[in-house]
Structures are given as C-alpha cells and as structure tokens.
C-alpha cells in the first residue's frame, strides 16, 4: 500500500510545495522539482508493475483501503486502491510520458514569469489522474474525475489574460460537468440497487447477472462521463478549443491524462458493458462516428494545433470503437501507441511555435527541416506512426481495433475506420509538409527559426523511439491485459488479433495513397492556402460540422435567455425590497427628533405615559 500511496501523493506533493513556497524558490527550481517528484512516481510505478508480474496470473490485482471515507449511511465506503494490469499500463503512460512533458516544460516555459504556478498546476494535474486510475471503487474514481476537471480549467485558462483562454477553459469545464453529472446518476444507481460500488464487489455480481434493462441505463449514464471525457459525439468541442494552454499542456490532456479517462472507465467496466449490449455497440459506432468526422474537419485547418486537436479526437474514436465492439486490449494498446505519438506531435508543434515567435499557421511556415533537424525527423516517425504505416506503431495498434472490429462482425464499424484511417495519413502528411518542407512561406519568421533547446528536444526524441518501436510491445500488452479481461465471465475477445489479410493491405494502402496525394498538393505543387475550406462542403468541415453553432442555438441561447428572465425578476424582486427599506428609512427620519438624549425629558415622557394608563384604568373601571 506504501507504494501505491506514494505514486499519487508525490505529484500532489509537489503542486503544495510548489504552490506554497513559489516566491522563495530560485527560477528553474519549480521545474525541476516538479519533473523530479513525477520522474519518482514513475519509478515506483515500475515497481509495482514488477510486483505484479511476480502474482500468479488470475490473482493479478493488489487492493487496500486506506480509511473509511463515508459511514453511518449504510454499507461503509472506503477509500480504497486497485492495482491490476489495466491500471498499471495507464500508470505507466501518465507518470512517464508526463514525465518528459514536464522536463520538456522547463524549457518551453523558462521566459514564463507565472512558471511556478504553472508546475504546481502540471503536479496536480498528474495527481488527479493519478487517483483516478488507481480509484479502488467508482465514488474514489469520482472524485479524481472532478479533480482532473479542476485541473484542466485551471491549465487550459492559464493564460488568463486571453479572454480566448478563459472562454475555452470554461467551456471545457461547463461540457465535462455534465458528464460529471451522468456518472454520478449511474453510481448512485449500482449502490442503491447492490450497495457497493467497489470494482471487485461489482464485479462478481456482474459475473453471474444477464443483460437487463438496468444494466443498459446504468451504462449509458457512465458512459455520458465518458463521453464528456473523451470527447465523443455530442460533447466533444471543448478538446479543440482545449489547446488554449500552453503546448505542453496540450501535450498532457491529448496524450497521457484527461481524454484518455473516458476509455479507462469504460475499459474498467468491461463487465457491465458485456450486460449492456446496446450501449456497447453505441459507443463502438459513436467511437467510429468520431473518427471519420475528426479527420475530415481535421483536412481543412490551418492552426498546427488544431490539426492535432482534431486529430486526437479522431484516435480516441479508435479506442472506444475497440472497447465498444469488445477488443478491450486492442483499444487500450492504441491509447498506449497514441501517448507515444501524440504527446511526440504535440510537443514538436511546440518546438515550432517556440521557433517562430507564436506563430501557429502552417501557411507561414516551410522549409524549417534545415533549421530544426531533429524535431523533423522526430515529427517524421510520430506522422507515420498515426497514419498507421507498417512498422512504426500506430500500425500495430490501429490495425489491432480495425482487424478485431471486422472480425467480430461490424464490417459497416471497419469501413468507417478503414476510410478515417486514409484522411488520417492525408491531413497529417499535409500537416508535416507544410510545417517542414517547401520553400519558407515567410522570410522574416524563417530567418530565426532555430532548433529548439537541448531540455525541449531530448523528451521529442525519446518519444520518438517510441514511436518508432512501441508497436513492438504488442505482444507484451497482449500477454499483460489477459488477466484482467479474463477475470470475469472469460474475454474470448480480449486478444489483439488482425483481420484478414485483404483489410490490411486495403487500410494500408489507403494511407500510402494520401501520402502520395498529400506530397502531389504540398511538396509538387507548393499548395500552401486552402481556397477550399473558404466554401461548400470545405468551409463545412472547416466549422467542424458547425456543431459549436447547433450547441449555441440549443442550449447556450435558451440557458441565456431564462437567465435574463431571471435577473428581469430578481430586478422587480430587488426594487420591491429597496421600496419598503426607503419607506422605512423615510419614517426613521420622521421619527428622529424624538431622539434627543436628554434623561429628564424621556423621564417625563414616562410619567406622562404612566399617567394616561392609569387614566384609561380608572374610566374603564
């Protein structure tokens, strides 16, 4: 228990110190200290997945309470961990590639007079995730999920001063609320219905229920967290606007924290999704859905970032469509590749704007290999990583979903992911030419562009071996999840196995093709604007499908119009209640000469009113 306690309490740690003690701390001290604390967590993480290994296979989970959080309601809840394979790949993904962002921050960071804050935000934020995936029952899972919607508001809006930064991070807030609110529902529902919500309590009562009704609505209003979360249909703008932050914060939520929570939780419920078919297949197909829509507005943008933004909501698609269909481990072996490679593209995007002064339109860049050679060919692998080109790893883990999606009997699911996975290899090759190859767009940026520093460009290329070579680990994840997908009712399913060989040579072959279109537009033609996003179907895709503009004609401008209704009301109530303190303060006045603090004049009053009582006593009588 020691260990696991130190993995979370290390970051939390260090955001208190840090917070605390900012003004007496040296410049680069924050930085250093933060990254430190999470580099610690990351080694106890290894430790702890050693000693799991050592476990025998089916008995593969080390769980403790802590203390008692709720009593005297019922059966206790305690503030429990649950440590098992699944948990332990994400500790691993969050404590070190959170690591190398932290690093990567000193440097991104250094001119940055709110630094401090800044780490002490990055530590908690570590936190959050850290409790949530170590969460030992869903109302501890709760808690670290508000808390790592804390934290996001708090990084996306760090820029304060931007009135953009606080429109975004309020939105980000706002959207994850309501998912907040559906996991609450759904919790509030298994513990009234079987007085439990720990993970193995539940679990075996899972192990011996049919699919019901119950079961059904209880999923879905879990997976509306999820939704929230992860950025699925219909709560997904608030990721794009989300890069906000500083690029390392962009870094964190895409690759190795937020987004990824709501695959967690629907991978850790694995059981209830067997007893909720319908809702299982909804998330496959809104999983699917979000791939192809991702990647289409994704064609049409401009700002780097964006590009990346739309991006990861088109690869967490991927994932819920392997945790919605039943490939557990493919799902979860693509949020593994996806931390290496996004986290790698986020952070070279970093490098770039760092390079350029701000500057995040790719229209004015161009031909900045020369000048920053290793976060070019950094951004190379991480590009053919997500485009899914054998061997980097994005091929492994993006076949793994698609192949165990068509053979498990949704070729309609495949289609969908198989042409995503095509405007994927299109939009980011369209991305790297036009941020690295071409002439220079803009001289006067060109000229001082410059490598970025040694803190910055060490964590791009350890995450560029990564993505180089994860997907080699296939079979190690595969070997490590079965314990856990096995568990309970048996994972037929749970293996990572590839389709036949004509899908993959088709997926395949689709993304050559929109490399070799992406090269013909940027590399041959020199194509640099694109006219087409100014009109039709491309200024659609653009505008994201215009869903901000169906959010605010749905919800903002009613929600606006009955708080004005309201604040009318609240007017006429204030009005009436300013009146009678005006009629009584107008009598006050009136009556204020009686007042005159002399004694002998209230004496005489009270003799004067002593009289006249007993007066009236005696005519009575």
Not at 461 to 468: C, Q, S
């Amino acid at each position: 228990m020691q260990g696991v306690a130190e993995i979370v309490l290390l970051p939390l740690f260090g955001a208190i110190t840090i917070g605390m003690f900012k003004g007496l701390m040296p410049k680069k001290l924050p930085g250093i200290w933060a990254s430190l604390l999470v580099g610690i967590s990351f080694l106890i993480s290894i430790a702890e997945a050693l000693k799991l290994s050592r476990l025998p296979v089916h008995h593969r989970f080390l769980t403790g309470a802590v203390f008692p959080l709720i009593t005297g309601f019922g059966p206790a809840i305690h503030w429990r961990y649950y440590l098992d394979p699944l948990s332990g790949l994400w500790l691993l993904v969050i404590t070190g590639v959170g690591m190398l962002i932290h690093v990567y921050s000193i440097g991104y960071m250094h001119d940055d007079p709110h630094k401090a804050r800044y780490f002490s935000y990055l530590n908690f934020f570590v936190f959050a995730m850290l409790l949530l995936v170590l969460a030992g029952n869903l109302l501890i899972l709760l808690i670290g999920w508000a808390l790592v919607g804390l934290a996001s508001y708090l990084l996306i809006g760090f820029w304060y001063q931007r009135p953009s930064a606080v429109r975004a991070a309020k939105k980000a807030f706002v959207m994850n609320t309501v998912g907040d609110v559906g996991i609450l529902l759904g919790l509030t529902l298994l513990y009234v219905h079987y007085h439990t919500v720990s993970y193995p309590g539940l679990f075996r009562i899972f192990d011996h229920q049919t699919p019901s009704a119950f079961f059904e609505w209880t999923a879905f209003l879990l997976y509306v967290g999820a939704m929230a979360k992860s950025a699925q249909f219909p709560l997904h703008m608030w990721l794009v606007d989300a890069m906000e932050g500083p690029t390392p914060v962009s870094a964190l939520i895409h690759a190795a924290t937020m987004v990824t929570a709501g695959v967690y939780l629907m991978a850790r419920l694995y059981p209830l999704l067997r007893l909720a078919p319908d809702v299982a297949y909804l998330v496959a197909a809104i999983g699917a859905f979000m791939t192809i829509f991702a990647a289409s507005s994704a064609i049409f943008q401009r700002d780097i970032k964006k590009v990346l933004a739309f991006s990861t909501v088109s690869q967490l698609g991927y994932m819920m469509l392997g945790v919605g269909v039943g490939a557990f481990s493919a799902g979860v072996f693509h949020f593994m590749m996806h931390a290496f490679f996004k986290a790698l593209l986020f952070l070279g995007a970093g490098s770039v704007i760092h390079a350029l002064s701000g500057e995040q339109d790719m229209n004015r860049m161009g031909g900045l290999w020369r000048k920053m050679p290793w976060t070019t060919w950094s951004f190379l692998a991480a590009t053919l990583a997500i485009s899914g080109i054998p061997p980097f790893s994005g091929y492994f883990s993006k076949e793994a979903v698609l192949g165990e999606t068509y053979n498990l009997g949704h070729p309609i699911l495949w289609v969908v992911g198989a042409v995503a996975a095509g405007l994927t290899s299109f939009y980011m090759f369209r991305l790297f030419f036009l941020t690295f190859f071409g002439k220079p767009r803009d001289a006067s940026l060109y000229e001082h562009a410059h490598e970025a520093p040694w803190i910055m460009t060490v964590p791009v290329v350890i995450l560029g071996v990564f993505a180089t070579f994860g997907g080699f680990l296939k079979n190690w994840v595969n070997q490590w999840l079965a314990p856990t997908f096995s568990l309970y009712r048996g994972a037929p399913h749970a293996a990572m196995e590839s389709g036949p060989i004509w899908t993959t040579i088709f997926t395949v072959g689709l993304a050559v093709i929109a490399f070799f279109i992406a090269y013909a537009l940027y590399i041959r033609k020199s194509t640099a604007t694109n006219a087409a996003s100014e009109s039709g179907p491309g200024r659609w895709m653009y505008r994201a499908w215009y869903m901000d503009t169906v959010w605010t004609y749905l919800a903002v401008v009613p929600f606006q119009k009955i708080g004005n209704a309201v604040m009318q009301a609240e007017t006429g109530i204030l009005a009436t209640v300013k009146g009678i303190g005006t009629v009584v303060w107008d009598w006050g006045e009136d009556l204020r000469p009686l007042e005159t603090g002399y004694v002998r004049r209230y004496a005489l009053s009270m003799m004067v009113g002593v009289g006249a009582l007993l007066v009236y006593y005696l005519i009575r009588v």
